[in-house]
T-cell receptor, first 115, second 113 residues
Framework: DQQVKQNSPSLSVQEGRISILNCDYT??????FLWYKKYPAEGPTFLIS?????DKNEDGRFTVFLNKSAKHLSLHIVPSQPGDSAVYFC??????????????FGKGTLLTVNP | DGGITQSPKYLFRKEGQNVTLSCEQN?????MYWYRQDPGQGLRLIYY???????QKGDIAEGYSVSREKKESFPLTVTSAQKNPTAFYLC????????????FGPGTRLTVT
């Protein structure tokens, strides 16, 4: 049972436009959400996170939005740059239900930013 | 220069052999994790350790073993009992049990033939 879902395997956008990556979750015990960026044959790098007590967190060109009632979060990148081309993983964590300190990852979305 | 080191980058083994993947960190982090990534899949947790001399099974621990004798080191052994060992293995660490963010090493690509 996949608790964190990234339903779009890939996304292609033009440089300078907005990239929107989506993530849905099913476990209501999740209370913290993270986005990681990964290049091929490298480890993921932490990008941005959001606590369930917030609905938005912004860091430069990256903004994460959380809709708890819909169990949905999204990552907005604006403006998109060719160097943003990578796989983006959504991850979630919760304090209860025996899942303390574990991160549950989605399958990732490959973002391609075209010059 | 602080970080997480995984070696080697690429590893090849024959089927039936055990192999140990190295993970070292000099970040003074308490918690360490092992994940595996398969093509088109997310990261799946194999084992994790929140303090020295203690570790817990993750979601896919069968066929793997770990040790945590030192704070800096968390080696993973892929045993012959692991049915599909070929994968990209990632080690991560986090400052303490109260931290959500995990920081990853560069990974080891293991190929078993």
């Amino acid at each position: 049972d996949q608790q964190v879902k990234q339903n779009s395997p890939s996304l292609s956008v033009q440089e300078g436009r907005i990239s929107i990556l989506n993530c849905d979750y099913t476990n209501s015990m999740f209370d913290y959400f993270l986005w990681y960026k990964k290049y091929p044959a490298e480890g993921p790098t932490f990008l941005i996170s959001i606590s369930s007590i917030k609905d938005k967190n912004e860091d430069g060109r990256f903004t994460v939005f959380l809709n708890k009632s819909a169990k949905h979060l999204s990552l907005h990148i604006v403006p998109s740059q060719p160097g943003d081309s990578a796989v983006y993983f959504c991850a979630a964590s919760g304090r209860g239900g025996g899942s303390n300190y574990k991160l549950t990852f989605g399958k990732g979305t490959l973002l391609t930013v075209n010059p | 220069d602080g970080g997480i080191t995984q070696s080697p980058k690429y590893l090849f083994r024959k089927e039936g052999q055990n192999v140990t993947l190295s993970c070292e960190q000099n970040l003074n982090h308490d918690a360490m994790y092992w994940y595996r990534q398969d093509p088109g899949q997310g990261l799946r947790l194999i084992y994790y350790s929140q303090i020295v001399n203690d570790f817990q099974k993750g979601d896919i621990a069968e066929g793997y073993s770990v040790s945590r004798e030192k704070k800096e080191s968390f080696p993973l052994t892929v045993t012959s009992a692991q049915k599909n060992p070929t994968a990209f293995y990632l080690c991560a660490s986090s400052p303490d049990r109260a931290s959500y963010e995990q920081y990853f090493g560069p990974g080891t690509r293991l190929t078993v033939t």
